[in-house]
């Protein structure tokens, strides 16, 4: 029987106030229950004549002592392992200890005896006999090499080997009227033991007490502390009502280690017993008559916090007290027993199963589905399991979209995404599902995607559109679907969705010039990447016009793209009704390849004037290939003044262009003409033509510079004339001289001093001395050497022998082999081999 109904009792409904149930946030719980022994177990059967005194649990079974001394060694089910109960007590088993390797078990009754068992070989290995009922015994951890345990009344005993026989020593003995001892946990090398006064420590390595805990003055109840030892350091004691977090740690005075509370707290509950859970505790309470509870709670210093709380539905609840329960923990499995007399419950740590578990129960699939792809798999949940459930759900409340976003996550094989894809269909939301569709990978049948395009087309035909153009042709039957699209065109011809559709589905089935008339009917843009898609050039050229009103930028640079398949000349021929595209576009090649509009340069200076006069002046600077007549003749008809003056340029009538621009008394473009030209004619000319144009005056005066003499202009002013400017020009022509005047005096001082440093370097190299060494220099004549070297305490050679030649080219001569050579024509000055003289 699952303990689930006892969990739906303890939770709490809304705060007062809360607008809706949502507001309300469950809390996971940190345990799930099982009742040990359900089912056909052999559990049932010992307690149908018996109950449970006591319990120990080990990670391989459990022990159970019961009233008429039995103990019997379960499986954490319930089952019998031994077959049959271990005998050597008479009456009550009190309680029960177990060794780390569960190879030994001690246990004590009330016939006054502690029996020691051997569980390999079902034997009693020792029995010791006291003269008073046994309350309680704890057996080493390391029976098997210890052989001790510790045992007691109103005096703690720790048997253990002798020289000869088993040694009994007292480790410390109860105050008068303080009772039995109830309760021994032996951890290491800690052994804590409580009676009905208090909790005291007692360390075997150092073999003294450590710390002595009475009982509070508030407990009435006498009933001994229940105890809990994690390791050699820690351990948690609680009496009826109170509870103590202790801690075993050096003394700061002293340096010896004691006992400290760390935490301690007050319980308004019995408490029946106690285990460490993390860093939390877990207490098993019970009213008189009531069901058992367990708390959860995070302590403090002196108070606690109270996490979670289970009401348990023990059988036989009603008539059992506090003292018939005992709470024991299994803490290397996570596991905790709680026992009454006629019953066991296990609490288990949840797991991540069991987590996944209670998402899905209480409808978070979204979180599970995240803590399995993030943690991974783990037994029957995996991610597509989990993913199936959350898109079930989400489909079930309506959220088409978020369901089909997650098949791409959950859905892999083929199958799975069929099924998915009729079961979206049944829902009525097939359009949610369709931009998610695979294409490959797994790819569907063509009956799944045929079915997705008639349901997308009856509700949303924008998407239809966008998913025949983002799906292969191969997914779906095309030429029935352009029937279906074809067919409701008919009767609405304007439709711009189903154009485009059927545009899209012809090109599909390669009908690529149906596909090019409704595009260019629509006026798309679409047209331009179909053409160069399907190399469909011969069919637009008949439409260009068309083109360039859906976008000229893409018309021009598809026709300069495709050169090979647009002719210049079959272009300006379908073009020549609109000399504006003609002109854009022969404008474009020229940018591009000069030389292939090179022909129909006098077209091209035609169209310049008429519809791009600001091209016109660089093409007549940058081609070649037009007729000048006509080039003239239009410029002149047309009033284009600059162009007009550069073709007369070009053609060598210079004067002509100079008398256009007098006439038109463009003085600056006269002045800048006679400079682009440098013709000193040019600008006597344009003095000559002062005479009468007193504004050219001062044009000239301001501009000229040195190329027409000043005086010349000022002797064509006529007495009476007036020249606008005239002072501001003869003083800017002064300011002018004078500059030139002082740029003139400057560079000729720079010049000199140039020539004084240039003579002083030539001086300082003629006067360098040079080197001359017997063996190496020779004369360039006779290839002997210059000097002859000589011994000491020789004379020295006669001195006309010595006579000798150097240049400062390199080159050196005996005199005589100079003189009498044919270099001796040469003048004495020069060398004669740098004269080509010597060879």
Known sequence: EKL????????????????????YEELEPRLKYHRVGQGNTDLPRILDKDFITCLAVHSKFICVGTNWGNIYILDHMGNNIQGRSLSGHSTTVNQISVDEKGEYLASCSMDERVIIHNLFNKKTYSTLKLDKPVYAVAISPNFAATQSYVTGDDRLILVEPGFIKKQHRVLAEARPNCGAIRCIVWANSLVVWGTEEGVRAYCLVERRSLTSLPRP?????????FIQASDEANFIAAFRRSVYICRIAPDPNSGRRVGQIVASFSFPMTVCGICGFGKELLLLSQKEKEKPQLHLVEPGIDTYVELAIEELKVRGFERYSPANFRFEQLRSE???????????ICAQQRDRSDHLQWLLSRGKFKQALDDVQQGGSIGEFTAASVGRKYIDHLLSVGQFGQAAELCQTVLSGKEEWEAMAYQFHQAGCTSALARHLPKSKPQLDTSVYDLVLNEVFKTDREQFLELINSWPSNLFSVRAVTRVVAEDLSRQPNDQILNRCLARLYELSGEHEKTLSILLKLRSCDAFALVRRHRLHSHVVNKLPLLFNINRERTLQMLLDDQAGFSISSIISELSSNSGLLCDYLDAVHLKDPARVEKHADKMVELYADHARQKLLPFLRSSSGFKYELA???????????????ILARMGRRRDALNLLLDEQQFDRVVQFCRDEADPELWMAAAE?????PRLITTLLENSGSEVDPAILIHKIQPGMVVPGLRNSIVKLLSDYRVGTALTQGCATIQSQDCQNLIHKQ?????RPMSVSPSSNLCVRCRTPLLVARRMGEAPPDAGEAHLLLFNCGHYFHAECRQGSEAAAVADTDCPACAGMCY
């Not at 969990?7 to 809706?20: F, L, Q």
């Not at 003055?217 to 502390?225: G, N, P, V």
């Not at 033509?689 to 144009?693: F, I, L, P």
């Open 334 to 344: 996570g596991m905790y027993f709680i026992v009454c007399p006629k019953d066991i």
């Open 217 to 225: 003055a508030t407990e009435t109840d006498r009933t001994a502390a």
């Open 4 to 23: 689930e109904e006892s969990r739906e009792a303890t939770e709490e409904p809304p705060e007062a106030g809360c607008d809706s149930e949502a507001e």
């Open 763 to 767: 001086i300082a190299f003629a006067r």
């Open 689 to 693: 033509a002062a005479s009468d144009r």
């Open 632 to 646: 003239l003749a239009l410029c002149a008809d047309r009033q284009l003044t600059e162009e007009t003056v550069y």
